[in-house]
């Protein structure tokens, strides 16, 4: 494996965009850097992207095909399609964004999270049916933290013997504003959405495993809470379950353009984040990289990810967390924490996470180096 380490991978590679489909979440945000790092390299032309109803995203450099919806139920059907696709096109490796299988040329996986197991969740459900049956037949695996390696190791033990790499995210695009943004930010929104208070942070909804139920619960015993407000990060028509409000604290849920998401990251008076589990958190690691100070559960990747940049707690412990939101106003941890978090993001990059995708597509799928021709 070490002969390969910086050698470009030369061969033909079919990506199946599947996730954009439904989803704009974290996963999405993976493969779009993905895709736009492997653009930045030249590797672009090497791939062929399956664009499901028109929802991928449009890089310049690729090559697409459309396709139709997928559906869980029909997997058996489009794995013998995309086998087909791929023996068209002469591919040496598939890679999915979420779960496909292309039969008869080496799938590559990468692993998110082991959220469903980790938490419980019906595995009989179709989506996790097919995550189980895409593992089995994955000649390779890159999992995004050390955290889900371990789970990955534990709960598939003979899949995880097979090659396996670490591709951490990375963070591109987040950093801190200007003075002259972030004045312009407190101007046009939180003056006028959260009435010119202090946000505490939350991305995501209440509840499940982002645990916005502990943040409401710590909220509503803080003492200094009315100098404060409360953005979640989305849309209006999915905020039910943080009513009724926390008393004589100002509410705003809104889903943000990534321009905006950075400005409301960076003018922040905290990002909490006490997730339950966490496959990567890339959250965190956008808050960090604007500059924001963190905190985040002591569970799962999320340590791993923000190392010493951070403040810890139980995710079930408000009053721990009320601790929290004191401490990390005070001004000289904030400034350590701001300081720490810029340098720790700066550790994380999109181009460490597809060399290592990279060195798997050399382990599943060997193709002749220049001099070996």
Not at 35 to 51: K, M, N, P, T
Not at 291 to 315: F, R
Request: hydrophobic share 40%; glycine share 8%; net charge neutral.
């Amino acid at each position: 494996m070490s002969r390969d380490i910086g050698r470009p991978w030369r061969g033909r590679l079919v990506v199946d965009a599947v996730f954009f489909q439904d989803w704009t979440t974290g996963i999405a945000r993976v493969w779009r850097e993905v895709l736009l790092e492997w653009a930045s390299r030249g590797f672009a032309s090497q791939v062929l992207i399956v664009d499901r109803v028109r929802t991928a995203p449009r890089i310049a450099g690729y090559s697409y095909i459309d396709a139709p919806r997928y559906e869980f139920a029909d997997d058996a059907a489009e794995q013998n399609r995309l086998g087909q696709l791929c023996r068209q096109v002469k591919a040496d490796a598939f890679a999915s964004s979420y779960y496909t299988i292309a039969a008869g040329v080496p799938n590559l996986l990468v692993l998110h999270d082991m959220i469903p197991e980790r938490v419980g969740e019906d595995l009989n459900v179709p989506m996790w049916r097919q995550k189980q049956r895409a593992i089995a037949a994955a000649a390779g695996f890159a999992c995004v933290s050390q955290n889900t390696l371990r789970d990955f190791q534990e709960l598939y033990v003979q899949a995880a013997k097979r090659p396996t790499v670490l591709a951490p995210n990375g963070v591109k695009g987040f950093s801190p504003p200007t003075e002259e943004e972030a004045a312009a930010f407190r101007k046009n929104f939180c003056a006028l959405a959260l009435g010119g208070r202090p946000h505490v942070m939350f991305i995501n909804g209440g509840g499940g495993i982002k645990n916005g139920s502990l943040l409401k619960r710590a909220l509503t015993l803080w003492p200094e809470r009315k100098r404060f407000s409360l953005l979640v990060t989305t849309p209006p028509q999915h905020a039910v379950e943080w009513y009724p409000l926390v008393p004589g604290m100002v509410f705003s849920p809104t889903y943000f353009s990534d321009h905006d998401l950075r400005l409301a990251y960076g003018t922040a008076y905290c990002l909490v984040h006490p997730s339950i589990y966490e496959g990567f958190g890339l959250a965190v690691l956008e808050a960090l990289a604007c500059g924001c100070p963190v905190i985040a559960s002591n569970t799962s990747s999320q340590p791993e990810v923000a190392g010493d940049a951070a403040l810890y707690i139980n995710p079930y412990d408000a009053e721990g967390l009320v601790k929290a939101l004191d401490e990390i106003g005070k001004p000289e941890r904030r400034e350590k924490l701001r300081r720490r978090g810029l340098e720790r993001a700066a550790e994380f990059t999109w181009s460490r996470s597809v060399q290592a995708l990279e060195s798997l597509l050399h382990q599943i799928a060997p193709t002749p180096s220049i001099d070996d021709r």
